[in-house]
């Protein structure tokens, strides 16, 4: 690959996140996507002094409600209407996996650039049904497989790597301080784009307060309600171009790998193996690792 064709990110925006059923309920997915799309466009153009030509918009969204949110908030962002939209849903991984096919087609020599990332409304989501039953989720693998959901799932790890409650408090009470002192700070000024009234992530500060007082969801176990994921509204987007074209972070190398359906909260550690020996490097050339904090 020419270092021309190599894909950089140039912009990046983000919404707070709101908790289901609170400041961001009324709106749907692409009305979530599209202030963040073109918050990210005008930052490109911002940055490289001109306009910036995109050729595709991809979201991560695996909630629904289906009919391809990424286009609808393509239109809604004011953008070309020629300029189309893909949605793509591998569940949690869904909105990096968007930016990975961004990625990879610029590598393939398109020149253009696109709009990535994803966008999630659980307070808008649709209700599942079969035969009139709704569902909370459909099945991650088939009959005979294992197939706990994300509770049980990190449970089961805790348990696994011998991981106690105190130590899932205590890194849940750092990172809520952590979050408290970026904001202080005016860290996420510019990466935000607050939305009906909310300028800020809801669910952050306070918790370090009751983390000890909170029962255990399984018996003899070490999660609590404070030390797992809340459910919540918000949508977050990329520019990615071809370093050619503009300055930027480059994206060296990504992977997506499968694993034991019994314990999918793994499943980073082996993607980050395969991305670092993809790029020729080893755990030691890495100055910093961002995980998903769904659970602590």
Known sequence: MHLAEAPVVI??????????????????????AAPVLRAALDDAETATGTP?????????????????????????????????GGTVDRQCGSGLAAILDAAAAIRAGDGRARLAGGAESASTAPVRS?????????????AGFPDPDMVRAAEDLAALDGIERSRLDAQAARSHARARAAYAEGRFADELVPLAGLDHDDAVGGAERVLP???????????????????????????????GTARGLALRAGAVVG???????????????RALSTAGHDVRAIAAFELVEAFA
Not at 59 to 80: F, T
Not at 130 to 142: E, H, K, L, Q
Not at 220 to 239: H, K
């Open 11 to 32: 912009a990046a925006r983000r919404t707070p996140i709101g908790t289901r059923g609170r400041a961001l309920a009324g709106l749907h997915v692409h009305e979530l």
């Open 130 to 142: 079969i035969d009139g039953v709704p569902y909370d989720r459909a099945p991650f693998a088939p």
């Open 259 to 273: 694993g034991d359906p019994a314990l999918p909260g793994l499943g980073a550690a082996p993607a980050i193996l």
């Open 213 to 243: 007082r909170l029962p255990a969801l399984f018996p003899g176990g070490a999660l609590t309600a404070g030390t797992s994921t809340r459910i919540g509204d918000g949508a977050a987007a990329v520019v990615v171009a071809p370093a």
């Open 52 to 84: 910036v030509e995109i050729a595709d918009v991809l979201l991560g969204n695996c909630m629904g409600p289906g009919g391809n949110p990424a286009r609808l908030a393509a239109l809604a962002a004011g953008l070309d209407p020629a300029i189309p």
